[in-house]
Structures are given as C-alpha cells and as structure tokens.
C-alpha cells in the first residue's frame, strides 16, 4: 500500500509537469512591437488615407516554431497567420484576416524586418524597419532557421523606415511615408 500511494503521487507529479515540457521556446510566440510618426510623404504620392504626421502602431504575433516560407542568401521571409497583425495606421486600425508575409534580410551596412500584406480596408501595407548590422542572429536564415528576437530596442529614422500602402480598387498610388520611432520584441 506504501507502493501504491509513491506510485500515485510520482504519477500526479509527473502530469502535473506536463505542461512545464510543452513551453520550451520552440513554441512560444515572438512579439514585435513598432510605434512610431509617419512623416514625411517620401515619394510625394496621394496620401489618400491620409496618415502623414499621424501615429502608427503594429503588433506582430509569431510562432517562434515557424520556419522559412523562402530563404535565399541573407534573406529569410516567414509567413504572420490571420490575427497575427494588430495595425494601427492614424484612425485605421484593423487585424489581419490573410497570412502577411515578415522578411528579414541581413545586410552587409544594415539589417531589415519588412512586412507586408492587406488590411481590412483592402489596402496593402509595407512597413519597413531599417536596423543597425547583426541586430538579428543568422539564427533566422536557413531551411531551418525560427523567427527571432532583435538584440535590444532600437530606434527607427526616416527615410530607411517607413510605411508604404496603396490601392488599386480606390486608385489610390502607392504611398511611402517616413517612420520615426522604435522597433522591439518579446517572448
């Protein structure tokens, strides 16, 4: 009987940790946080919005698990799923109802997150945050490679940041205005 109940316990211990296995950091979520002003109009397009001098606010939800869709040299691109994306863009706000498409590319001089895809407004969007060199590991390349966390917060400055949208049903052209702010992440 004093067999039994060790047995019992060791059994309730070990399912009572169950989900301590289940959170390794495979399959936690990567955070990306960018807030930042849209200013100025870069290429002088329509603005239809219009979102210059405006705040901009995008939450980004990733599987840490996710690997590339494409990956070519220093250039991996992961797929954000539906729900994924919480933009605010001036008054627009929406979250994304269609996978959106998050690159990094390492450069040689500079590191970029760029990403993109349609709002609920029908619009599609490009954010671009432009990085100082190795603010993300080369952990993010490769056939294998996981979404992954910038170094520290940084700052974003126009012109190498910005937003750019446009719309062919409404014929608005695209749009690229400066970001100022800051990118950063979490897990």
């Known amino acids: 009987m004093h067999i039994g109940n060790g047995l019992l316990v ?30 100025p109009n870069l290429n002088s397009g329509p603005d239809c919005l219009p979102l210059a001098g405006s705040s901009a606010s995008l939450i980004v939800t990733v599987n840490q698990a996710e690997t590339p869709r494409k990956q070519k040299g220093r250039i ?5 799923p539906a729900s994924g994306i ?20 390492l450069g040689k001089k500079a590191d970029t997150l760029a990403l993109a895809g349609t709002g609920s407004n029908g619009y599609i969007y490009t ?10 590991s080369k952990n ?5 490679g996981h ?3 910038l170094a520290k917060t940084d700052n974003l400055t126009e012109p190498t940041s910005y937003l750019g949208y446009a719309n062919s049903g409404t014929k608005c052209a695209v749009t690229k205005l400066g970001l100022t702010g800051t990118i950063g992440t979490t897990r």
Do not use: E, H
């Not at 991996?76 to 954000?80: E, M």
């Not at 993010?140 to 294998?144: P, Q, S």
């Open 76 to 80: 991996a691109t992961y797929a954000v």
């Open 86 to 105: 919480q933009a605010t863009f001036g008054s627009t706000t929406f979250t994304n109802t269609v996978a959106w498409k998050m690159t990094y590319i």
């Open 127 to 136: 954010l671009v945050s432009s990085l100082p060199k190795d603010s993300f």
């Open 10 to 39: 060791s059994v309730a211990l070990a399912f009572g940790t169950c989900p301590l296995w289940a959170a390794s950091p495979d399959t936690t979520n990567l955070v990306v946080t960018v807030k930042g002003t849209l200013n």
């Open 147 to 149: 979404p992954g966390a």
């Open 140 to 144: 993010v390349l490769g056939a294998k």
